[in-house]
T-cell receptor, first 114, second 115 residues
Framework: ETGVTQTPRHLVMGMTNKKSLKCEQH?????MYWYKQSAKKPLELMFV???????ENNSVPSRFSPECPNSSHLFLHLHTLQPEDSALYLCASSQDGSSGGELFFGEGSRLTVL | TQLLEQSPQFLSIQEGENLTVYCNSS?????LQWYRQEPGEGPVLLVTVVTGGEVKKLKRLTFQFGDARKDSSLHITAAQPGDTGLYLCAGDEGLVKTSYDKVIFGPGTSLSVIP
């Protein structure tokens, strides 16, 4: 139990569906992250929110839309995805920029796009 | 853009053997982390090293940060099946203080310890 909870753990969707991934952290952290983990690729940073403001958006296609309503919750809205978007999506949190890169990850949401 | 490389990519050993995995970069990092990820789970932080030349021990795991803060190694003594997993090194790019952690990850070393 890392204090970061992701739902759903598994998701199968068609290319025309709209779905959302949810992340909640119980650690009192100020920064939250979405990472994508594909086979044979390093973890790719997608979005970073610090104090509920988006501070990083690493050239992610617009079919991925993040939302951070408060410092404890983070969503990733999915729309018109492609099969190559199938991956493990990981949410993480950290205290702030002073923790020296120590991230706390959720268990991930395994997404399959048909 | 800073990059982290890890070697070997895959490692399969017998229980009781020793092993070392490596993490290298051409760039300097303010700190470096090692994570372990088991199948179907998220990465779990094992250790952070900050000072060049630093050595940290966690039971049978020994972590070392290179003097120039560009590389690191993880040595496991008497490996056990419970050590099986993907070992990821990660570096904090944040040489300038920010309100979040700018972390990049290496591709990982997949370790399998056979009973």
């Amino acid at each position: 139990e890392t204090g970061v909870t992701q739902t759903p753990r598994h998701l199968v969707m068609g290319m025309t569906n709209k779905k959302s991934l949810k992340c909640e952290q119980h650690l009192g952290h100020n920064a939250m992250y979405w990472y994508k983990q594909s086979a044979k690729k390093p973890l790719e940073l997608m979005f970073v929110y610090s104090l509920e403001e988006r501070v990083e958006n690493n050239s992610v296609p617009s079919r991925f839309s993040p939302e951070c309503p408060n410092s404890s919750h983070l969503f990733l809205h999915l729309h018109t995805l492609q099969p190559e978007d199938s991956a493990l999506y990981l949410c993480a949190s950290s205290q702030d920029g002073s923790s020296g890169g120590e991230l706390f990850f959720g268990e991930g949401s395994r997404l399959t796009v048909l | 853009t800073q990059l982290l490389e890890q070697s070997p990519q895959f490692l399969s050993i017998q229980e009781g053997e020793n092993l070392t995995v490596y993490c290298n970069s051409s760039s300097v990092f303010s700190s470096l982390q090692w994570y372990r990820q088991e199948p179907g789970e998220g990465p779990v932080l094992l250790v952070t090293v900050v000072t060049g030349g630093e050595v940290k021990k966690l039971k049978r795991l020994t972590f070392q940060f290179g003097d120039a803060r560009k590389d690191s190694s993880l040595h496991i003594t008497a490996a056990q099946p419970g050590d099986t997993g993907l070992y990821l090194c990660a570096g904090d790019e944040g040489l300038v203080k920010t309100s979040y952690d700018k972390v990049i990850f290496g591709p990982g070393t997949s370790l399998s310890v056979i009973p």
